[in-house]
């Protein structure tokens, strides 16, 4: 027997709920009820600088006005993703302790500096992977960085785009925790996929460069990706 479909709309509220944001909603809502499976309303408010409750208010009023009905998320607990930092604090120390991520203690000045010497250059700025092999003691404060394969390539299966291949070399060892203990929108992604057993993962065409990333967490975290399209 299939597994149910399980698809979700997750915005951020740094701002009112815009056309874009509404498409991707109303694809997710459409596909849901056309396999009568499960549309769930995720907020995904890491950002907590930009992040206001005004926007979480107006985003849930305009998805009711819109009629974009959720079988699972607000007001119930759970579906913001403020509400789930043991969660990811949980799956980061698992990597840790893998060996699949590690801490890196480069100040930020020091890697925005060398972000600005890429753009000058015209070249994307990579992480250099200084402190992959450190091993940076624990009491020092710290960002965790998931460790990425060196070579080889990752290949997004997309049901609109197809093959998309992106080169290991054109990636880097991201960082899943920051130094205050914040976890990263993209690790955040996976994780709140996963424990939601997402089974598709409807987005725009503007987040598709974050596909290879997120399957390399999935794989690091020993978990099945959702289909992409």
């Known amino acids: ?20 944001g509404a498409r991707t909603a109303l694809f997710n809502w459409l596909f849901a009820r056309r396999h009568r499976g499960v549309f769930i309303l995720r907020i995904e408010d890491t ?31 759970g579906y913001r993703q403020t509400d789930r930092l043991e969660i990811y604090k ?11 991520a590690y801490r890196c203690v480069c100040p930020p000045a020091e ?28 009491d020092v404060p710290h960002a ?7 070579s080889g390539q990752t290949v997004v299966q997309d049901l609109i785009h ?3 291949t992106f080169e290991q070399s054109q990636l880097d060892d991201w ?3 920051r130094t205050d203990g914040g976890p990263t929108y993209n690790f955040c ?31 690091a975290l020993g978990y099945p990706s959702p289909t992409s399209r």
């Open 162 to 164: 197809g093959t998309v």
């Open 47 to 77: 950002d907590r600088s930009r992040s206001t409750e005004e926007f979480i208010v107006s985003i849930v009023e305009a998805m009711r006005w819109l009629g974009l009905d959720w079988d699972e998320g607000p007001p119930a607990s």
């Open 111 to 138: 890697l925005g500096a060398q972000r600005k010497a890429a753009q000058a250059r015209g070249e994307t700025f990579r992480y250099s992977g200084k402190c992959r092999e450190a091993n940076v003691p624990a």
């Open 189 to 219: 992604v996976v994780v709140d996929d996963v424990t939601m057993k997402i089974t598709h993962v409807i987005r725009g065409n503007d987040h598709l460069s974050n596909t290879p990333k997120q399957i390399l967490c999935y794989r």
């Open 175 to 177: 960082i899943i925790v």
């Open 1 to 20: 027997m299939a597994e149910p479909v399980r698809v979700r709309f997750a915005p951020s509220p740094t701002g009112h709920l815009h056309v874009g």
């Open 90 to 100: 949980a799956h980061a120390e698992r990597l840790l302790a893998e060996g699949r």
């Open 144 to 150: 965790l960085r998931l460790k990425l394969p060196l």
